[in-house]
């Protein structure tokens, strides 16, 4: 596999203006399901980096670079299925009205999260253990700036 | 947000050797739900771009690229999610059990579908409408070669 190849992809796709929105075309149903699905996976890799970042998992320089990288591309990927249409859906969701009635405040907590993203992926590379578990905690605050406004309460 | 930074990620985490396993200490159900995720989110960004090769949404480069480099790291995440621990699931999948009884045959169709994958990221720079296409037909081509051996029928 060219490492260089899927680089350059996404080098490409974000210098060319970056569609960062998949097809706004999907039914409310299948929006929620696939933010529902971004969110399911970033868990999967932010997990492992937050029990490092704890002290309750040993940390691993390798899997903190691969979790980043695969967490940059999932911060990018929830957030067109919030569209307008999502609000008729009538599956489970935790999503909080919140999200429509305050939308600056919500885009806001993404920026946020994506900037604390960006500065995990910058660190996973210098192989500085105690910098790379003060960017995942960082991460771990912005994951709160939506869950805590924008979220149900989970029981 | 720094453009470069996000590709220097992947790189790094590539070159290092690259842990292609978040973490193998997930519950049995937890694994199916991630890599049904992962499956989800391959079918947001992979489902417009074969409407454009099958000519039925209009063709559009911005989105080839960056669905293309969104599903450069989704096809890297839900072959962890078949450890052998995830038989034991009590949720519906429609795996088979081929996918642990024919392990070479599986990893192969894993293998055809990341290296498609990557022949698309890379054409999908060029701004060759006909060469996107046809990779795209090629990752299309090769999704189906785990949905036809190891996947229930879709009714």
Not at 98 to 112: L, V
Not at 132 to 142: E, L, P, R, S
Not at 143 to 152: A, L, T, W
């Amino acid at each position: 596999m060219n490492k260089r190849l899927l680089l350059a992809g996404l080098a490409f796709a974000l210098a060319a203006g970056g569609a960062q929105t998949a097809f706004a075309q999907a039914k409310p149903e299948v929006l929620v399901k696939q933010r529902q699905a971004a969110m399911t996976l970033q868990g999967k890799y932010f997990g492992p980096m937050a029990g490092m970042a704890q002290g309750k998992v040993p940390y691993n320089a390798e899997t903190v670079a691969f979790n980043s990288a695969m967490l940059d591309a999932l911060s990018r990927m929830p957030w067109d299925g919030f569209a307008a249409a999502s609000k008729d859906a009538t599956v489970k969701t935790a999503a909080l009205p919140a999200i429509w009635s305050e939308p600056a405040k919500f885009q806001e907590a993404q920026d946020n999260f994506q900037k604390a993203v960006q500065n995990l992926v910058s660190v996973s590379r210098g192989g500085d253990e105690a910098a790379q578990k003060a960017a995942i905690g960082g991460v771990g605050k912005t994951c709160g700036g939506c869950h805590q406004n924008f979220r149900e309460k989970q029981q």
